[in-house]
Nanobody, 117 residues
């Protein structure tokens, strides 16, 4: 099994910044895609950003230019640097990983991000 541990959520004022982290652990697998999704109350979960093992990234249009996804050199931890936060960024943020070990797709427990004055 692949374990995911998220951290870094919290309350921030509009225009502020937060950095989310998601650390993976376990043995006997490789990870090839890591990403962040979010879900606001009453809305569907949506992709925020993803990064491949080769470093290719893609972002939701709503966060382009404000959020940056990255991985550590070992490829075990993924980060989401969120700048210029807006109230509409308020949501539970979930780490998502595709690995070579069944069931192949894994989700973190979620971390709350609240943007409010």
């Amino acid at each position: 099994q692949v374990q995911l541990v998220e951290s870094g959520g919290g309350l921030v004022q509009p225009g502020g910044s937060l950095r989310l982290s998601c650390a993976t652990s376990g043995t006997g697998f490789s990870i090839y895609i890591m990403g962040w999704y979010r879900q606001a109350p009453g809305k569907q979960r949506e992709m925020v950003a993803r990064i491949s093992s080769g470093g290719s990234t893609n972002y939701a249009d709503s966060v382009k230019g404000r959020f940056t996804i990255s991985r550590d050199n070992a490829g075990n931890t993924v980060y989401l640097q969120m700048n210029s936060l807006k109230p509409e960024d308020t949501a539970a943020y979930y780490c998502n990983v595709y690995a070579t070990l069944a069931p192949y797709e894994y989700w973190g427990q979620g971390t709350q991000v609240t943007v409010s004055s």
